[in-house]
């Protein structure tokens, strides 16, 4: 017998992107239910071969899917997550609606899905900035110990969903401003936009809280000193991030570059002699986090600067997702 999926925001951006990672990872699916907005309630969706209807949020809660993977904002899996999860339903949250309590545990597989347990009914997956970082960085906390980090990120319009893909390729087409489908307060096209999510009363956003915060809980570490700035890029392959790492030890560049290198999930990408590096084209549909640029910080102690890069809707959530239901699968967990 297969497994009876439900994919919640299933005709979104994320949620289309699930499901073609279920179909490339082969997860032995029998029956699949496609959960959306009420309007969309009735439509098809194609996956594996087969269309498949559009259910409705109760019928799909009725349902008792082993596993239910959420993207469809906060609010929904603050309401329906929980209903999933009283139905004996393993719930894989995309939102940021579960990510900080301290009952849920936050995953990246490679890193920490050994702390998963059979009544860890609601899981959230991390930030899309977060999950590549902490992935990125996984193999030197324990051997060096990290002090700070400091990163910025270049992030992709798709972080946003399909609104603001049409801002962009309305600007890019030339339509005068009042036929921009605007989701953005200023332009996008030829600018940056050095906010992502709402400022907070720090004057950080949202977005920069959520990797200081998620960073620390995956971890395990509060003492572990983070510091953000999110900029919206008008890019569409996935995110980028420049990365300062301080640590309490010393470093060998040469081990530090090849525990990197043995990261599950990461590859490197870093020959400067032939201009290679990660890069947001070449990242797009990928499952890995890249990472190049790596060198010694000079104007700091114990420090290292690196440049990484993945898909945000791939490894940064779909991918993240569907790796913690093969986890699940593998464990004999559902």
């Not at 910080?297 to 600067?305: F, I, L, P, W």
């Amino acid at each position: 017998m297969g497994l009876k999926i439900a994919v919640v925001g299933a005709t979104g951006l994320v949620g289309q992107e699930i499901l073609e990672v279920m179909q490339e990872f082969k997860l032995e699916i029998e029956e699949l239910i496609p959960v959306a907005s009420a309007r969309s309630v009735g439509k098809k969706v194609s996956f594996a071969g087969k269309e498949w209807t559009v259910a409705a949020m109760q019928a799909a809660i009725d349902a008792v899917p082993d596993i239910a993977i959420f993207s469809a904002g906060g609010d929904t899996s603050k309401v329906f997550a929980p209903k999933f999860a009283a139905k004996g339903s393993f719930v894989i949250d995309n939102s940021s609606a579960w990510r900080m309590d301290p009952d849920k545990p936050l995953i990246v597989p490679e890193l920490n899905a050994h702390i998963l347990k059979d009544t860890d009914k609601i899981i959230a997956n991390p930030n899309c900035s977060t999950i590549q970082m902490v992935l990125a960085l996984s193999a030197l906390h324990k051997p060096y110990g990290i002090k700070r980090i400091v990163v910025s990120t270049y992030q992709s319009v798709t972080g946003t969903g399909k609104e603001a893909v049409n801002q962009l390729m309305d600007e890019r087409e030339g339509k005068p401003k009042e036929q921009v489908r605007a989701v953005y307060p200023h332009p996008i096209d030829m600018n940056v936009l050095p906010h992502i999510d709402v400022f907070q009363e720090n004057d950080y956003t949202k977005e920069e809280m959520k990797m200081v915060n998620e960073t620390k809980k995956i971890f395990g570490d509060d003492n572990i000193g983070v510091t953000a700035t999110t900029v919206r890029l008008p890019v569409m392959g996935g995110h980028s991030e420049s990365i300062n790492v301080e640590f309490h030890r010393e470093f060998d560049m040469d081990e530090l570059k090849a525990l990197i290198k043995a990261t599950s999930g990461v590859v490197i990408q870093d020959d400067p002699s032939k201009n290679e590096y990660p890069m947001p084209l070449f990242a797009h549909k990928k499952n890995e986090v890249f990472v190049g640029r790596i060198r010694r910080d000079e104007s700091q102690e114990r420090s290292v600067n690196m440049w990484v890069v993945a898909d945000n809707l791939r490894k940064g959530a779909a991918t993240n997702a569907v790796q913690i239901a093969q986890y699940l699968i593998d464990k004999k967990m559902v």
